[in-house]
Antibody
Framework: QVTLRESGPALVKATQTLTLTCTFS??????????VSWIRQPPGKALEWLAR???????YYSTSLETRLTISKDTSKNQVVLMMTNMDSTDTATYFC???????????????WGQGTKVAVSS | SYVLTQPPSVSVAPGQTARITCGAN??????VHWYQQKPGQAPVLVVY???DRPSGIPERFSGSNSGDTATLSISRVEAGDEADYFC???????????FGGGTKLTVL
């Protein structure tokens, strides 16, 4: 079955770079029509999409955060890595990774999610 | 930028039908997905591509999309349906992935 699991530091200092890893099983990111995204949720707030990497290695970023984000994949390890630079207290959130199976050109729902990892930013 | 507007809260009595809306300009031209999120848990996909249900999701959950409003309907509401619900679309010229602000469903 499909599973995703996020890992990374629970606490980072302001101005540091956050590196998160999504390790998945039950599918391969070499399969056509699949992608993995990162999504975050500040405490008590809405979901915010951050970035996506597709099976062909195409990458998409949130227009408001793209200068701070880098997404990459290691298909041999079944992992997707997100780096976010210059962390700030407003980046305190639970970070999720999620799979998309395309149902239309370039898009589809997030059909499987990890449980999320909480990240706090200290000053 | 493209904005999805949801009511902050919806309340419904058990056994009744809850309707949660997601409003945006010409949303009918987009494919809308809906997620249920219970406290402390990851979101779960309940409706995708406006009207389709993933396997394992009860038939009580249904979706529609017309004009400027997409709607998630939950019939015969149960206490276990109490959760936050988020709509989501893909807009290549926008986010490109956009979530609504979420609606808290309360079962009275």
């Amino acid at each position: 079955q499909v599973t995703l699991r996020e890992s990374g530091p629970a606490l980072v200092k302001a101005t540091q770079t956050l590196t998160l890893t999504c390790t998945f099983s039950g599918f391969s990111l070499t399969t056509s029509g699949l992608s993995v995204s990162w999504i975050r949720q500040p405490p008590g707030k809405a979901l915010e999409w951050l970035a996506r990497i597709d099976w062909e290695d195409d990458k998409y970023y949130s227009t408001s955060l793209e200068t701070r984000l880098t997404i990459s994949k290691d298909t041999s390890k079944n992992q997707v890595v997100l780096m976010m630079t210059n962390m700030d207290s407003t980046d305190t959130a639970t970070y999720f990774c999620a799979r998309t199976r395309f149902t239309r050109l370039l898009e589809g729902p997030f059909d499987f999610w990890g449980q999320g990892t909480k990240v706090a930013v200290s000053s | 930028s493209y904005v999805l507007t949801q009511p902050p809260s919806v309340s419904v009595a058990p056994g009744q039908t809850a309707r949660i809306t997601c409003g945006a300009n010409d949303i009918r031209s987009k494919s809308v997905h809906w997620y249920q999120q219970k406290p402390g848990q990851a979101p779960v996909l309940v409706v995708y591509d406006d009207t389709d249900r993933p396997s394992g999701i009860p038939e009580r959950f249904s979706g529609s999309n017309s004009g400027d409003t997409a709607t998630l309907s939950i019939s015969r509401v149960e206490a276990g349906d109490e959760a936050d619900y988020f709509c989501q679309v893909w807009d290549i010229n926008g986010g490109p992935v956009i979530f609504g602000g979420g609606t808290k469903l309360t079962v009275l």
